[in-house]
């Protein structure tokens, strides 16, 4: 299954990342006001322009004249790295947040209520839970298209 992420905007210019699996996906989760914004909770959101950093044309001659380093020092390839992770957690917490804001926690029911869902006994909704590694796998088995969330570890953790 593809995923689009659009870069989103809430009616405060808070920016955040949507994760959807099309154009209509995100259109009628706007429209039932499903999308809301992880920084302040408004559900006026609209999509904007991802920003990207051309830099000026010196800098890009200066770039391409400059002799470039054969290998990375090991404290510079370590800072670039640390940084890297700590963004990526930090992205990854919002989406999981994401996730959470916008399903029903059936707990330990989760297996049940996933089954129930996915052969129309109960009605579609996003649902969140827990499951042992037996039931993860057998729902997998059975075709139901589920995914185990990470505990990630805190920010104060990464510091």
Known sequence: ?????????????????????????FDDQREQQLLTCPECGTSAIRKVPSKINIGSKASVETRLTEPKPTEPTAAVAQKANSVDVATAFVMARQAIQALINHSEDVGDRFAEEARKIHYEEAPIR?????ASPEEFEELRDEGIEIIALPILPSEEELN
């Not at 299954?1 to 996906?25: K, Q, T, V």
């Not at 996003?126 to 827990?130: D, P, S």
Request: charged fraction near 30%; charge should be negative.
């Open 1 to 25: 299954m593809a995923i689009i992420i659009y870069d989103l905007e809430c009616e405060y210019s808070h920016r955040f990342e949507g994760w959807f699996r099309s154009n209509d996906d």
């Open 126 to 130: 996003a649902i969140r839970g827990q």
